[in-house]
C-alpha cells in the first residue's frame, strides 16, 4: 500500500507551457518532502524538497506547493522545455523511523 | 567522480538461480540502501545500512539478503530468482540517514 499517492501517471506539455503534479500522504509523521528527476537508464537525482513549516519553495523554473492541513503537496515546472522530459517522483521522509516513501511517478513529455 | 557504482547493468537469470548485485560508492558516506522499482509503483527500500556493520529490513525485503561488506560496498543477493524480483535495481547511498540519498544507474533484472 503506497503512502504517498501521486498523479497524474503521465503528462504531455507544450514547450512553455506549465506542468503540474499533485501528491497527497495520510502520515503525519513524515517532515521532509523532496521530489526527483529520473532520465531513462538513469537513477533518481534530488531536484527540490521542502519542509513542511514552508507553504512553498521556489528554485529556477520549479515551485513545490505545500498544504499542511490537506496533507497535498505539488510540483510547478514553469516554462517547461524538452530537456524536461522525465519522470518525476515526489517522496515524503519520516526523520522518526528514516524511512522514505516514493510515489509512483509520472512522466512529463514536453513537446516542442 | 565515479558516486555510486552498480554492477552489472543487466542481467537475465533463470527461475531458481542465485546471484549478487554490487554496488560501490566513494562519497565516503556511512548509509547505503537497495530499491527496487517497478512500474506504478515507484521505488521501494529493500534493504538498508545506516552504517557500516549494521543492515536493516525495508519495506520489501523477502528473497533477498544482503551484505555490507565494508564502509564502500553494499551487495545484495538474490539465492533464488524468481519471476516477481524482475525489476530494476537501484542502490544508493548518503552521508547518514538523515541526509540526501544518491543513486546508483540501475541494474535491470529479468528472470525468466
Known amino acids: 500500500q503506497q503512502q504517498v499517492k501521486q498523479s497524474p501517471q503521465s503528462l504531455i506539455v507544450q514547450k512553455g507551457g506549465i506542468s503540474i503534479i499533485n501528491c497527497a500522504y495520510e502520515?503525519?509523521?513524515?517532515?521532509?518532502f523532496p521530489w526527483y528527476q529520473q532520465f531513462p537508464g538513469k537513477g533518481p537525482a534530488l531536484l527540490i524538497a521542502?519542509?513542511?513549516?514552508?507553504s512553498e519553495k521556489k528554485e529556477g523554473r520549479f515551485t513545490i506547493s505545500f498544504n499542511k492541513s490537506a496533507k497535498q503537496f505539488s510540483l510547478h515546472i514553469m516554462d517547461s522545455q524538452p530537456g524536461d522530459s522525465a519522470t518525476y517522483f515526489c517522496?515524503?521522509?519520516?526523520?522518526?523511523?528514516?524511512?522514505?516513501?516514493f510515489g509512483a511517478g509520472t512522466t512529463v513529455t514536453v513537446r516542442a | 567522480n565515479a558516486g555510486v557504482t552498480q554492477t552489472p547493468k543487466f542481467q537475465v537469470l533463470k527461475t531458481g538461480q542465485s546471484m549478487t548485485l554490487q554496488c560501490a560508492q566513494d562519497?565516503?558516506?556511512?548509509?547505503m540502501y537497495w530499491y527496487r522499482q517497478d512500474p506504478g509503483m515507484g521505488l521501494r527500500l529493500i534493504y538498508y545500512s545506516a552504517s557500516e556493520g549494521t543492515t536493516d529490513k525495508g519495506e520489501v525485503p523477502n528473497g533477498y539478503n544482503v551484505s555490507r561488506l565494508n564502509k564502500r560496498e553494499f551487495s545484495l543477493r538474490l539465492e533464488s530468482a524468481a519471476p516477481s524480483q524482475t525489476s530494476v535495481y537501484f542502490c544508493?547511498?548518503?552521508?547518514?540517514?538523515?541526509?540526501?540519498?544518491?543513486f546508483g544507474q540501475g541494474t535491470r533484472l529479468t528472470v525468466v
Open positions: 521542502i519542509r513542511p513549516d514552508v
Open positions: 517522496a515524503a521522509f519520516s526523520s522518526n523511523d528514516y524511512k522514505l516513501s
Open positions: 544508493a547511498s548518503s552521508f547518514d540517514l538523515n541526509t540526501e540519498a544518491f
Open positions: 562519497m565516503n558516506h556511512n548509509s
Open positions: 502520515n503525519t509523521a513524515f517532515d521532509y
